[in-house]
């Protein structure tokens, strides 16, 4: 089986993405710099740190796929910048959260963590449920070319069943139970559109990591194993 790609193809996965990304790191940063006077030297390195990191991770994945057309490599940066995609959005959660407190940033990075740690074991139930795949890979071995964007979608249909609005339900919750404790306990009271507004972006960058996990690492295993 051979993998087509096409003008379409760079643009859908990787052109227009790199933009999202780029422009999302910017709002990131530009967050940041709004309550630069409420960080600690330590968060100001690390989120500096961070930023970097990102702006660098951006370039580099648009570079690499766009000096070298690759089925695998448009399929690897669509994946990977959905993780970068997620990050934008929490440094933009973690910025208005220092709004509040100190203690609601790191908070945030100890969810994320532990919500990261819960995707990667969906991705491997993910794994575990590939030879179930054989109806669709018989069907593109049918054919002489195959297109890269019909390739990822057609699989994208096949991810792992979770009870996804259960987990997010909980998400939900359990920002709403951090919230309470700690302001019962530290007794920090803040206005409450920096809860929400933290809580919202916070919650979009979950949501993305959530579906780039369990919708686009299926298929793009799958062609990493057709390439290789």
């Known amino acids: 089986m051979s993998i087509k790609i096409s003008e379409f193809d760079y643009q859908y996965f990787v052109k227009r993405h790199f933009v999202l990304n780029f422009a999302l790191g910017v709002l990131a940063f530009l967050s940041f710099i709004t309550i ?16 970097l990191l990102y702006f660098l991770s951006c370039i580099f994945l648009y570079m690499r796929a766009k000096t070298k057309p690759d089925a ?9 910048g959905g993780y970068l995609t997620s990050f934008s959005f929490l440094l933009v959660a973690l910025s208005i959260s220092l709004n509040v407190g ?8 100890v969810l994320y963590i532990l919500f990261n740690i819960l995707i990667r074991f969906e991705m491997s139930a993910i794994l575990d449920g590939k030879k179930h795949l054989s109806d669709c890979t ?14 990822i979608f057609l699989l994208t249909g096949r991810e792992c069943k ?11 919750l359990i920002q709403i139970a951090l919230i309470a404790i700690l302001k019962q306990i530290l007794k920090i ?3 409450y559109e920096f809860y929400i507004m933290s809580g919202t972006f916070f919650f979009i960058s979950c949501f993305i990591l959530y579906n ?6 299926l298929p793009y295993s799958v062609l990493k194993e057709e390439v290789q």
């Open 36 to 51: 630069f006077d409420l960080s600690t030297y330590f968060i100001k390195i690390l989120f500096i740190s961070s930023c």
């Open 72 to 80: 695998l490599l448009y399929a690897q940066h669509r994946f990977i």
């Open 102 to 109: 100190e203690i609601y940033f790191w908070s945030y990075i």
């Open 138 to 151: 018989g069907y593109f071995n049918k054919k002489e070319g195959v297109d890269l964007y019909d390739f």
């Open 162 to 172: 979770i009870n996804g609005w259960l987990i997010f339900f909980g998400f939900i």
């Open 189 to 191: 009271s803040a206005p």
């Open 212 to 217: 780039i996990g369990l919708k686009m690492y």
